[in-house]
C-alpha cells in the first residue's frame, strides 16, 4: 500500500506544469537589448508616415524579496518622418541627451509572480521617462494559470485593466516554452484615458462595441526557458495596432503601430548598486497622464521665458493683424492661450500693466485669458471685474468664454463662487445671469464622474432658489432653476419640487412659466437619476388641473427619460380620455416623431412610441395646426455609424392663436456618442396687446362695473388673471444654457433709457439719428477657441496617442463711415422729416473672417510631436468703399464705387494633411505630404477594384434618378482643367468676366488625395484642397474711372434713362410731352425689336408644334439636340399592353413605406396614330363622359360637365385625374381637360401663346422705377446695364414688365420679364433673355380650377430653351428628388410627360387637406391628405368644392380667408347651438331668462352678449349687449326690428357711431342689424330676431367665456361652468349660464340652488346622504314647477349622522365627485302664490 501511495506521489509531481514566471536571480543582473517604435499613418505602403523609436540596454537585478533594480543604458531616439518602408529613421541628439539624463539613475519596481507592483523613480525624473520605463516593464507582465494551457482573464497593464487572453505552448523536451497574450483594448474596465472637452458629449453605455470608431489590440509573445532553478525570459515582443475611422468605415482608418522587442543578451554573477537618492514611489504599471496635457494640439513650442515670450508674441499678433495676416494672427493668439496655461498671476498681472492701456493689445489678451481656462487666469479675471478694470460690454463678452473653457477643479469653483457675491456682479442683471448659469455648468462638469455631488458646490444654487421664493422674485427663482439645471445634480431635486403644484400647495399660485422652468431644469438630472425624473414628469404629465403648456414641457422631459414600453403605452392610455386636446395633440405627434427615428440610441423608445400610436385614435392625426405638434426632421446613417435631428416644440396655448411656446433643437449623433448642439426657446404671452389700440380706459365704463356684479351672481365664476405682454427666451449650447432673456415693456423702457437717456421713441431715433451724423471709425478683432477637444490614451511603447481637435476662429471689421444729413433736424423732430432730407454717406467697411481647425493623431508632448496633422481654413475678405447719395424727396439712390484694381481673394478653403515631426530642437519641424511626387506608390498588395464600380451610384439612386442625370453637359464660362496619372490630381478654373464693369470672378479648384486607392471619405481628405473665389480686374480699351449705380423711383424715371443715353449732358424739360419721352425711351431700350420677333414667331411656332411627332424627354436637355427615340413621345400612363392605367398603378408606383411593388411599366414606341389608340385605351375608364381630341392632341381629353364627373376618376390613381380650370367651367363650354399625366398640347400652347402676344405697358405707362448699373471711363462712352420697370395696376387685372437692356446700344442683349393677371382665376409669366430676348425663354402659369371634384391650384413652368449652366443646376437640383421625396413619405413614379415642362397640382380634398403631385419629364412625385396649418375655407357648412365669386380675385381671396378663419364664430339659431370651438349642441332656452352667450373674461372685461327667448313666440329672441357706456337692446316687436340705446329708442335704417375712445358702428344688415366693435374684439354681431352670430377678433383667443364657450379650441372641455366645472350634458351647460334677477321685479322666475337627494343612498356600504356639486335650476319660492327636463348632476356624499345640511353646502372645488344621478330641471314656473312686498 505504502508503494502504491509513493508511486502515485511521484506520477502526480511529474506531472505537474513547470512555473512559468520569470524570475530573476538574487545576485544576478540579465541584461537586455530593448527596441520600440510608433507608427502613425495610413495602412498603405509608400506612404508618408511619422514615428519615433527607442533602442538601449537595460539591466534588471534582484535586490530583496520583490525588489528589482532597473537601469536602462545607451538611449537612443530617433524620429521617422517619410515615406514608409524607403526612408530609414533619424536620430534626435537633444532628445536622446535628456532620455540619458533621466535614465542615468536606477529605478525600482515591485516584481512578484510575473506581476509588477509600485515603481520608484528619482523626484526629479520626468513623468515621460517613467511611462517608458512603464512601457518596458509592461513587457514582464504576465499572468501564469499552472493548470490550464488556454485562459482569459481581466490583467493590469499600461492601459489598465483589459480583457486578456493566454495561450500557452510548453516544450517539455527541450525545457522551453512560448505564451501568448492578447489584449482587446476596447474592453476594458479601468482603461487608462484621458478626455478633454467632452463634458458636454454624451457615451451610450448599451451601445454595441460595433459601432465604435476607434478600436485597438496588443499581442505579446514570449519566449522561455526553465531548469530546476526558475524560468528566464530569453525573448519578449510585443505589437500594438490602433485603428481609427473617423466615418466608421471599413477601408478609411489610419493606424497607429507600436512595436517592442526584448531579448536577453547576457547574465551576469554580479547584481546592481541600490542607487544613492532617493526614489519616490510613482504608482503602479497604469500609465500617468501629466506633462502632455500642458502641450496644446498646435505646433511645438519651446519655452523657455514664457513672460517674456508672451509679450513678444502678443505684439506679433498685433503687428499681424493689422497688416491683414489673419492666418499668422490665428497661430500667433493659440501660442498666447498655450502660455497663458502656464504663466503664473504675477506674471499675467505684469502682462496687463503693459498692455491693457492699448485697445488693440487689449482685446488679444481677454481673448486668450479666457480660451487659457487655467486657475490663475480665470483668477485674474475675476479680479479685474472686481476692481472695476473692465467695462461692461468687455464683462458680458469674456464672462460666458471663461465660464465655458475653465478647467473645472476645486480652485476654480472657490474662484467660481466669489463671482457669485461680487458686488459688482450683482449690481448688473446681464453679468448676474451669465455667472450663475456658467456656476451650474462648472458643477456639472465636476461632478459628471461623481456619483453623489459635494452639497458645499450646490448650496449657492439651492440658496438662491430658497431666498427668490421668500420674497416672490419670479425673475430670481427662472434664474435658480435655470442654473440647477445646468449643473443636473439628483440632490436638486426637492428643491425644484417646491415650484411644482403637482408636489407643493404653495406652487399653485406661480406663474406657468417658472413650473416650466421647473420642469425643464429635470432635463439633465434625468441622465443621473432617470427613474426619479420619470416618475416625477409622469405625475405632472397625468395631472389635468396644471396648465396644458406645463404639462406638455413635462412631456418632453419625459421622453428624455426613454420610458419602457408600460410607461409609454400608460400615456397613450391617458391619451383616450385626456380633456385637453392641445396635449393630446402634442403628445401625440411626439409620439409620432420618436417612432419614425432610427438613432441606435431609442430604438427601444422608437419601437414602443410604434406600438403606443397604434392604440390611439386617429382622430388626433385629423387635428389641425391650431393644436400642439411636434415637428421631427432627421436621418442617420447606419453605415457611417452618424446622423443629426431638428425638433421643433410647438406648444399652443388656449388664450392664442399661435405657439405660446417654441422649443427648438439640434442634437448630433457619432458612433456611440450624442451631443446637444444648439437650443433656442422662445415663450411669449398677451402678445396680441401690442397691436390693439392701448389707450382706451374699459375699467371707466359702466360696462366693466356691471360685469363685475354680474360675477357675483354667477356661482364661483372668476376672471382670468392679468397677463402683461411679456416676450423670453433662452439660448442653449452643448446642452447648458448661457444666456436668457425677459423682454416686458419696462425692460424695453429701461433700454431705451440707458442707452439714449429718453423712452420716448420719437427721442430714440432722433438721438440715433445724430449719433449717426457723427460718424464712426476704427477696428475691432473679434478672437475666439471655438474648441479643443482631445482624446488620450496610452501605447505600450510608454508615449501617449492623442486624437484632438483644436480651433480658432477670428472676425475682424475696418470701418471709416462719414454720414451727413440736409438739411439738419429741427428740435421739434418728427421721424416724418427723415423723409424730407438728402443723406451723404462716404464708408470704407473691410470686414475679414478667419476660422483655422488642427486635428492631429499621434503623440503629442512637451517634448515632441509626431504623427498626422490636418489643417482646415476658412477665409472670407471684401472691401466694401463706396460713396452714396439718397435724396428722399426726390426718391433718388446713387452709390458710386471704385473699379476692381487688384486681384482680391474674396473667400478661401483649404485644408492639408501631413505627416509632422517636432522635438525641442531647433528648427527641428519634418513636414511630409501624405503622396509622394512622381510616381504612384506601389499597390500591388491592395485589392483590384474598377473606376467603374468604385464611381457607380447606389442601387436605389439608380432606380430612381432619371438618365438625365448622368449625362454631360458643356460649361458656358471659362474653363481650366489639369488631371494627373491616377487621378490623384486635379485642378479647375472656371471664370465669369464682367468686360463692362471692367472684373471678372473666378473660382479656383484645387485637391490631391488618396481616394485612388480607397473610395473614402477618409482617403478623399487626406491630401490638399484649395477651393477659393477670386476678384480679379480685367483689361479694357479705357480705364474706368468708377463704377455707378443709380436707382430713380417715380415720375422721374424715364427721364433718368434718357439722362444716361445721353451721357447727361442735359437734363430733360420736365414740360417734354410724354409722347416724345415714349419714343425716345422705346428707341433706347430696343423694345420695338422685341415685340417685332415676338410677332413674327407667334405663329410660326404654333405651326411647328402641331407637327411635332415625337419629344425629348430629357429634363433639361438641349432643345437643339434630336429626340432620344420615338417611343419616348408616348404621352399616356398606359402599359404597351393596352393595360388600365389603375392596374399599371398598382404595378409600378412607389408607395409611402419607399418599398417599390414593381418595376416601371415603359412606353411603347408609337406613331401619331399609335398615340391617339393609346389616348383612347387609357381613357376608357371614363368613355360616358370623355372622348378623345383627336390627332395633335397628345391624349388630350374633353369632357363635359356630366354629374358623374368624380365617379369616372374614382378608379383612377390620383396623379392621373383631370385638372379643369375655373374659366372654363365659368364659360359653360365644353372644357379642356388637361390630364396632368399626358403632354397637352393645348395647355402647352396657352402659356406661349398668351405671353407671345405681349402689350408693351410704355405705351400707355410711363415706367415707375429705373435702375442703371454702368462703367464710368475717361473720354469714352459708358458701358453698363439698365433696368426700367412698368406697372398697370386695375382693379381685377394688373401686370408688371420689367426690361433690362446694355447701355451701349450695339449691344442687342436684352431680358424681359413679364407678369399679368388675366383675370380672377389665372395669372401668366415669362422671363426671355438673350439678343432682344428671343435666345432663352422660361414660362409660367398660375391657375385655378377643379381636380377631380376638388377645389385646385396648378402650377405650370416651362423651358423652350434654357443655357446649359442652368440646366446643369436643374440636373444637380433633380438628383435629389428622388432621395428627398422618399425620405419625406411621398409616392413616386416613372413616368414620361412634356420634355420641357414640369406640372405641380395642390387639391383641397378636406377643409384640412390637400393632395399634391408633381408631374416632371421622367418623374412624377405625388402625395395624399397632407395636412395643411389651418382649415380652408373657414366656414365648416360651406363646400369645399364651392370656387369664389367672378368678381373676387382668388389670389388676394386667399389672404382674406386665412385672416377670417383666425377669428371665431358662434351663432345661435332656434335651438341649435354653434361654439367658437365648433361644437354644435341642442338647447331650449328657457323664456324671458337673459342667458349669457358671451363675455369678455380677461380682467378689462369689454364686452358682454346677453340673450333671452321671448315668451310670446319660441322661435324669437331678444338680445342685450353692454359695450363701454353703452347698453343697446335688441329685440322684435310687432314683427319688426327694434333697436334701444341706453333705453332710448333709436331707429334702424341710419347707422349709429359711438363717440367714445373706441369704435362702434350699428347698422342694418339683409333683414336685421349688425354691430360692430373691433377695438372691443367683437368683430361683428349680427342679429335678425331669429338667427344671432358673433364674430370675435382672433386676439380674444381663450378669453371669452358664456354659452360660446372659450374659444380655446378645447372642445373636450366645451361645457365649461361660470366655476369652471365640466357640466355632464348641454342642458346643464346652459342653464349654469342664466343671469338671476329680483324674481318680484324681473320676467325671470328661475334661480340655481343646491339638491340633495331625496331617497336613501347606500355609498361605500354605508348610508349617507348626497348634495349636488353644482346648484340646479329651479323656481323661485311660491312659484311651482311647469315644465322640467332632466340633468345629470355630480354628488358629493356624505354619512348619513353628518351635521353637513344644504344651507351649508361648501364650494365645489373642495370636495369630491362621488356619484352622478339625473334629477329635474325646471324651465318654466307659475307665480300665483308668489308673494311680493307692495
Same mark, same amino acid.
Given at each position: ?55 538601449? =540596454? ?235 496635457? %500642458? ?513 480658432? @476662429? ?80 426726390? =426718391? ?97 478654373? %472656371? ?89 425716345? %425711351? ?193 473720354? =469714352? ?103 428627398? @421625396? ?119 372685461? =369689454? ?32 314683427? %319688426? ?198
Amino acid at each position: 500500500m505504502k508503494g502504491l501511495i509513493l508511486a502515485l506521489v511521484l506520477t502526480l509531481v511529474g506531472a505537474q506544469k513547470q512555473d512559468l514566471e520569470p524570475i530573476f536571480h538574487t545576485g544576478k543582473t540579465y541584461l537586455y537589448s530593448y527596441e520600440s517604435f510608433v507608427l502613425h499613418g495610413l495602412p498603405n505602403r509608400g506612404m508618408a508616415m511619422a514615428g519615433v523609436k527607442l533602442t538601449c =540596454k537595460m539591466e534588471i537585478s534582484h535586490v530583496s524579496h520583490s525588489d528589482h533594480l532597473l537601469q536602462i543604458q545607451s538611449p537612443k531616439l530617433e524620429e521617422y518622418n517619410g515615406f514608409w518602408p524607403t526612408d530609414s529613421f533619424t536620430q534626435s541628439s537633444r532628445l536622446t541627451e535628456t532620455l540619458a539624463a533621466c535614465f542615468s539613475q536606477a529605478f525600482k519596481f515591485e516584481y512578484t509572480e510575473g506581476r509588477v507592483g509600485s515603481i520608484f523613480a528619482p523626484e526629479d525624473c520626468p513623468i515621460l521617462c517613467t511611462n517608458l520605463v512603464r512601457g518596458i516593464l509592461n513587457m514582464v507582465q504576465i499572468t501564469i494559470k499552472k493548470s490550464q494551457n488556454v485562459y482569459e482573464l481581466h490583467e493590469a497593464g499600461i492601459e489598465g485593466v483589459c480583457q486578456t487572453r493566454y495561450i500557452i505552448q510548453d516544450d517539455s523536451k527541450n525545457n522551453r516554452a512560448t505564451v501568448y497574450k492578447s489584449k482587446d483594448l476596447t474592453d476594458c474596465q479601468e482603461k487608462a484615458v484621458k478626455n478633454i472637452g467632452m463634458s458636454y458629449i454624451r457615451p451610450c453605455p448599451t451601445c454595441p462595441l460595433k459601432v465604435r470608431n476607434m478600436k485597438g489590440t496588443v499581442m505579446f509573445t514570449y519566449k522561455m526557458k526553465y531548469d530546476d532553478s526558475g524560468t528566464s525570459l530569453t525573448s519578449a515582443t510585443s505589437q500594438q495596432v490602433y485603428q481609427i475611422s473617423p466615418f466608421n468605415e471599413p477601408n478609411g482608418a489610419t493606424a497607429m503601430e507600436a512595436r517592442q522587442e526584448l531579448s536577453l543578451v547576457s547574465i551576469k554573477r554580479t547584481s546592481l548598486s541600490a542607487p544613492k537618492i532617493q526614489l519616490q514611489n510613482q504608482g503602479s504599471l497604469r500609465y500617468h497622464f501629466s506633462g502632455e496635457l %500642458l502641450q496644446m494640439p498646435i505646433p511645438l513650442m519651446r519655452i523657455k521665458n514664457p513672460d517674456l515670450q508672451l509679450t513678444e508674441t502678443l505684439r506679433q499678433l498685433v503687428q499681424n493683424n493689422e497688416e491683414g495676416a489673419t492666418k499668422e494672427a490665428s497661430a500667433k493668439f493659440l501660442q498666447m492661450i498655450q502660455l497663458f496655461r502656464i504663466v503664473t498671476f504675477d506674471q499675467i498681472e505684469s502682462l496687463w500693466m503693459l498692455f491693457a492701456s492699448n485697445p488693440p493689445y487689449r482685446h488679444w489678451f481677454l481673448g486668450a485669458i479666457c480660451a487659457a481656462g487655467a486657475t490663475d487666469t480665470f483668477r485674474f479675471l475675476k479680479q479685474k471685474i472686481h476692481d472695476k478694470k473692465l467695462n461692461v460690454w468687455e464683462a458680458a463678452a469674456t464672462l460666458p468664454l471663461a465660464f465655458h473653457f475653465v478647467i473645472t477643479n476645486k480652485q476654480t469653483l472657490e474662484i467660481a463662487s466669489t463671482f457669485l457675491t461680487c458686488p459688482q456682479i450683482q449690481k448688473s442683471p446681464m453679468h448676474r445671469v451669465i455667472v450663475y448659469l456658467g456656476y451650474g455648468s462648472m458643477v456639472n462638469k465636476y461632478c459628471a464622474q461623481m456619483s453623489v455631488c459635494p452639497d458645499e458646490l450646490l448650496q449657492p444654487l439651492h440658496d438662491l432658489a430658497a431666498e427668490a421664493t421668500s420674497k416672490g422674485d419670479a425673475k430670481d427663482m427662472a434664474l435658480a432653476l435655470k442654473a440647477i439645471g445646468n449643473a443636473g445634480e439628483p440632490a436638486s431635486i426637492k428643491r425644484i419640487l417646491k415650484f411644482l403644484p403637482t408636489f407643493s400647495q404653495a406652487a399653485a399660485s406661480l406663474p406657468n412659466r417658472i413650473h416650466e422652468d421647473a420642469i425643464l431644469a429635470l432635463r439633465k438630472i434625468a441622465r443621473k437619476a432617470p427613474a426619479k425624473v420619470r416618475e416625477i414628469t409622469l405625475q405632472v404629465f397625468m395631472d389635468s388641473a396644471l396648465s396644458p403648456n406645463v404639462r406638455m414641457v413635462a412631456c418632453v422631459v419625459l421622453f428624455e427619460t426613454k420610458p419602457a414600453l408600460p410607461t409609454v403605452t400608460a400615456m397613450a392610455s391617458s391619451l383616450l380620455t385626456e380633456p385637453s386636446l392641445q396635449v393630446a395633440s402634442f403628445t401625440y405627434s411626439h409620439m409620432k416623431a420618436l417612432a419614425v427615428g432610427r438613432i441606435p440610441q431609442l430604438y427601444n423608445l422608437s419601437a414602443s412610441c410604434n406600438i403606443a400610436i397604434k392604440l390611439l385614435s386617429p382622430r388626433l392625426d385629423r387635428l389641425s395646426y391650431r393644436y400642439s405638434k411636434v415637428i421631427h426632421v432627421g436621418d442617420y446613417s447606419s453605415k457611417y455609424q452618424a446622423g443629426a435631428i431638428w425638433r421643433v416644440y410647438l406648444m399652443n396655448s388656449p388664450n392664442s392663436m399661435f405657439p405660446s411656446d417654441i422649443i427648438t433643437k439640434v442634437r448630433g449623433y457619432y458612433a456611440n456618442t450624442a451631443t446637444d448642439i444648439i437650443e433656442v426657446a422662445l415663450q411669449s404671452q398677451s402678445l396680441t396687446k401690442l397691436i390693439r389700440n392701448q389707450n382706451i380706459p374699459f375699467a371707466e365704463y359702466d360696462t366693466h362695473k356691471t360685469l363685475k356684479e354680474l360675477g357675483k351672481t354667477l356661482l364661483g365664476w372668476k376672471e382670468l388673471p392679468p397677463e402683461n405682454p411679456l416676450v423670453s427666451a433662452y439660448i442653449k449650447i452643448l446642452g447648458q444654457e448661457i444666456a436668457f432673456f425677459d423682454i416686458d415693456k419696462d425692460a424695453i423702457e429701461q433700454t431705451m433709457t440707458s442707452l439714449t437717456g429718453s423712452s420716448n421713441w420719437q427721442g430714440v431715433v432722433k438721438k440715433l439719428v445724430e449719433e449717426a451724423q457723427r460718424g464712426f471709425s476704427g477696428r475691432w478683432t473679434l478672437p475666439v477657441m471655438v474648441g479643443e477637444l482631445r482624446h488620450i490614451v496610452p501605447t505600450v511603447v510608454g508615449v501617449p496617442l492623442e486624437l484632438s481637435l483644436c480651433g480658432a @476662429a477670428l472676425a475682424q471689421a475696418v470701418a471709416d463711415v462719414d454720414i451727413h444729413i440736409s438739411p439738419l433736424l429741427s428740435d421739434d423732430f418728427r421721424p416724418s422729416q427723415l423723409l424730407e432730407t438728402n443723406m451723404d454717406i462716404h464708408a470704407d467697411i473691410k470686414p475679414k473672417a478667419y476660422f483655422h481647425m488642427i486635428a492631429m493623431m499621434g503623440i503629442n508632448t512637451q517634448y515632441f510631436q509626431s504623427g498626422l496633422e490636418f489643417h482646415a481654413e476658412f477665409s472670407a475678405n471684401t472691401t466694401m468703399k463706396f460713396d452714396a447719395r439718397i435724396n428722399m424727396k426726390e =426718391k433718388n439712390l446713387k452709390i458710386e464705387t471704385l473699379p476692381c484694381r487688384q486681384k482680391v481673394e474674396l473667400a478661401a478653403v483649404r485644408s492639408e494633411v501631413y505627416a509632422i515631426s517636432r522635438n525641442m530642437e531647433e528648427d527641428s519641424e519634418k513636414k511630409s505630404q501624405i503622396l509622394p511626387e512622381g510616381e504612384l506608390p506601389s499597390i500591388s498588395n491592395q485589392p483590384f477594384q474598377s473606376s467603374e464600380r468604385s464611381s457607380r451610384p447606389s442601387s436605389w439612386k439608380q432606380s430612381n434618378i432619371p438618365n438625365v442625370i448622368s449625362k454631360g453637359y458643356q460649361q458656358g464660362s471659362e474653363e481650366a482643367h489639369h488631371h494627373s496619372v491616377g487621378g490623384r490630381f486635379y485642378a479647375r478654373i %472656371l471664370c465669369r468676366k464682367f468686360e463692362s464693369l471692367g472684373c471678372s470672378v473666378c473660382l479656383r479648384l484645387k485637391s490631391q488625395n488618396t481616394a485612388f486607392l480607397r473610395n473614402s471619405h477618409l482617403h478623399k481628405l487626406l491630401g490638399e484642397f484649395e477651393a477659393k473665389i477670386v476678384l480679379k480686374p480685367v483689361h479694357t480699351d479705357a480705364d474706368i474711372d468708377k463704377i455707378q449705380l443709380e436707382i430713380q423711383a417715380g415720375p422721374k424715371a424715364a427721364s433718368k434713362i434718357i439722362d444716361v443715353a445721353s451721357s447727361g449732358s442735359k437734363e430733360e424739360d420736365e414740360t417734354t410731352p410724354y409722347k416724345d419721352i415714349q419714343a425716345k %425711351l422705346k428707341k433706347i431700350l430696343g423694345i420695338e425689336n422685341v415685340f417685332k420677333v415676338s410677332n413674327k414667331t407667334r405663329h410660326r411656332r404654333k405651326r411647328v408644334h402641331r407637327t411635332e411627332e415625337a419629344a425629348n424627354r430629357d429634363l433639361w436637355a438641349d432643345p437643339n439636340a434630336p429626340p432620344l427615340s420615338s417611343s419616348s413621345s408616348s404621352s399616356t400612363a398606359s402599359s404597351a399592353d393596352g393595360k388600365e392605367p389603375g392596374n399599371e398603378h398598382k404595378k409600378g408606383e412607389t408607395t409611402q413605406s419607399g418599398k417599390k411593388r414593381g418595376n416601371s411599366s415603359k412606353s411603347s414606341s408609337r406613331s401619331s396614330s399609335g398615340r391617339r389608340s393609346s389616348s383612347s385605351s387609357g381613357s376608357s375608364a371614363s368613355s360616358k363622359s370623355c372622348s378623345s381630341s383627336g390627332e395633335g392632341s397628345s391624349g388630350d381629353k374633353h369632357c363635359s360637365r356630366d354629374s358623374k364627373y368624380s365617379n369616372q376618376q374614382a378608379s383612377l390613381p390620383i396623379y392621373q385625374f383631370w385638372f379643369k380650370t375655373a374659366d372654363e367651367q365659368e364659360l359653360g363650354r365644353e372644357a379642356l381637360n388637361d390630364s396632368i399625366g399626358s403632354s397637352s398640347s393645348s395647355s402647352d400652347e396657352s402659356i406661349s401663346r398668351a405671353m407671345s402676344q405681349p402689350k408693351f405697358l410704355g405705351d400707355s405707362k410711363p415706367p415707375i422705377l429705373a435702375a442703371v448699373l454702368r462703367a464710368i471711363r475717361g473720354n =469714352k462712352k459708358p458701358t453698363g446695364l439698365q433696368l426700367v420697370l412698368y406697372a398697370d395696376t386695375q382693379r381685377r387685372r394688373w401686370r408688371v414688365q420689367m426690361f433690362v437692356t446694355s447701355i451701349t446700344g450695339s449691344n442687342r442683349w436684352k431680358l424681359c420679364a413679364d407678369a399679368s393677371v388675366i383675370n380672377t382665376y389665372k395669372v401668366l409669366g415669362s422671363l426671355k433673355w438673350g439678343k432682344d430676348c428671343r435666345d432663352y425663354q422660361i414660362a409660367t402659369r398660375i391657375v385655378t380650377g377643379q381636380f377631380a371634384a376638388y377645389p385646385a391650384m396648378q402650377m405650370k413652368l416651362e423651358w423652350p430653351k434654357v443655357p446649359s449652366t442652368v440646366r446643369a443646376t436643374a440636373r444637380w437640383f433633380y438628383s435629389f428628388l428622388p432621395g428627398a @421625396a422618399y425620405v419625406l413619405g411621398y409616392s413616386e413614379r416613372q413616368q414620361y410627360g412634356p420634355s420641357h415642362q414640369a406640372t405641380l397640382v395642390m387639391a383641397l380634398t378636406s377643409p384640412t387637406t390637400c393632395s399634391v403631385i408633381l408631374k416632371l419629364p421622367e418623374l412624377t412625385i405625388y402625395d395624399r391628405a397632407i395636412r395643411l396649418p389651418l382649415p380652408f375655407p373657414p366656414s365648416p357648412g360651406t363646400p369645399i368644392s364651392t370656387l369664389p365669386s367672378p368678381d373676387q380675385n382668388v389670389f388676394t381671396q386667399a389672404t382674406l380667408l386665412i385672416t377670417e378663419n383666425l377669428k371665431a364664430h358662434c351663432s345661435v339659431f332656434q335651438n341649435a347651438i354653434t361654439t367658437f370651438n365648433g361644437v354644435k349642441f341642442n338647447y331650449s332656452m328657457p323664456a324671458n331668462c337673459y342667458h349669457v352667450l358671451v363675455q369678455d373674461c380677461s380682467p378689462e372685461l =369689454k364686452f358682454l352678449v346677453m340673450m333671452k327667448r321671448l315668451a310670446e313666440s319660441a322661435d324669437l329672441t331678444a338680445v342685450n349687449v353692454r359695450l363701454a357706456s353703452h347698453e343697446i337692446d335688441m329685440y322684435v316687436s310687432n314683427g %319688426l326690428i327694434q333697436l334701444k340705446i341706453n333705453g332710448v329708442q333709436a331707429p334702424t335704417d341710419v347707422p349709429y357711431t359711438s363717440n367714445s375712445d373706441a369704435n362702434m358702428l350699428i347698422g342694418s344688415e339683409k333683414e336685421g342689424l349688425s354691430l360692430t366693435a373691433p377695438d372691443y374684439g367683437v368683430d361683428k354681431l349680427y342679429y335678425d330676431g331669429h338667427r344671432l352670430e358673433i364674430q370675435v377678433a382672433f386676439w380674444m383667443a381663450g378669453k371669452t367665456c358664456g354659452i360660446c364657450g372659450k374659444y380655446d379650441a378645447e372642445k373636450e372641455r366645451e361645457y365649461q361652468m361660470p366655476s369652471g366645472y365640466l357640466a355632464k350634458d348641454a342642458v346643464s351647460f346652459g342653464q349654469s349660464w342664466i343671469i338671476s334677477e329680483d324674481p318680484c321685479a324681473g320676467a325671470c322666475k328661475l334661480q340655481r340652488r343646491f339638491v340633495k337627494i331625496e331617497k336613501p343612498v347606500a355609498f361605500e356600504k354605508a348610508a349617507a346622504k348626497c348634495f349636488s356639486m353644482e346648484p340646479v335650476l329651479h323656481c323661485v319660492e311660491g312659484c311651482s314647477a311647469t315644465r322640467t327636463t332632466p340633468v345629470s348632476v355630480g354628488f358629493h356624499c356624505v354619512p348619513a349622522d353628518s351635521a353637513l345640511s344644504l344651507e351649508e353646502q361648501v364650494r365645489i372645488d373642495q370636495k369630491s365627485e362621488d356619484a352622478v344621478s339625473t334629477v329635474s330641471a325646471h324651465t318654466a314656473c307659475s307665480c300665483q302664490q308668489q308673494s311680493c312686498p307692495a
